[in-house]
């Protein structure tokens, strides 16, 4: 069953169409959209949203290819970079006793998740993400704290607010200051992906409170 989407969030897939999704370049997106569902289309390119964003909750779900002929890096490989350069891996990891850091859940090659909480191949499964940017001095230059993440697979955390000092390979820039948009890797797998919506997250929460 799928994750309902909270009042506050914003969707990024409608079901119906891309049209709120472009490739790195700028051109329309290619992937398939079929009974609420996006595809890979193989050479078509990563998609990316629209929006962008700094700190952040995002929601999605992906289902894997049954691809048992494939080892490693080669069985349903896929990516969600968060701000369109912070990689978290989306792979066919499932039944892996110790997952690493190139495994599904990983921030790529930076931090293996804490544990494999993945489903076979086929199933749906979710992610849940929330994400706080880098903190800078006042003149925009100097890094005050790198960025966090926080993970959520299937209902059990695998990241808890790991520190993530820089972009992961094949990150769309370097503009560590900048809100980024969500992207999803073209790895050449049919990875199908659905339910993708996002919570904008002030920067630091209210120091006061309205009386009841």
Known sequence: MSAIRPVQAKE?????????????????????VEDGIMTVKKGTGDVVTQETFRDVQIHLEFRLPD????????????????????????????GFNIPGKGDCGGVYDVHAPLLNACKPAMEWQSYDIVFRAPRFDQAGHEIQDHARITLIQN???????VQVTGP????????????????????GDLVSYRNIWAI?????GSDTYEPR
């Open 12 to 32: 990024l897939f409608n079901g119906t169409d891309l049209d709120n999704w472009r490739t790195r370049d700028g051109s329309a997106a290619g992937w398939t």
């Open 200 to 204: 904008e997250l002030p920067p630091i």
């Open 168 to 187: 992961t390979g094949g990150a769309m820039d370097y503009k560590l200051n900048d809100p980024g948009p969500l992207l999803l890797q073209d790895h």
């Open 155 to 161: 209902g059990i955390v695998i990241q808890n607010n």
């Open 67 to 94: 691809m048992p002929e494939a080892t490693g890096q080669a069985k349903g490989n896929s990516g969600v970079y968060i701000q369109g350069r912070y990689e978290i891996q989306v792979l066919d990891s499932y």
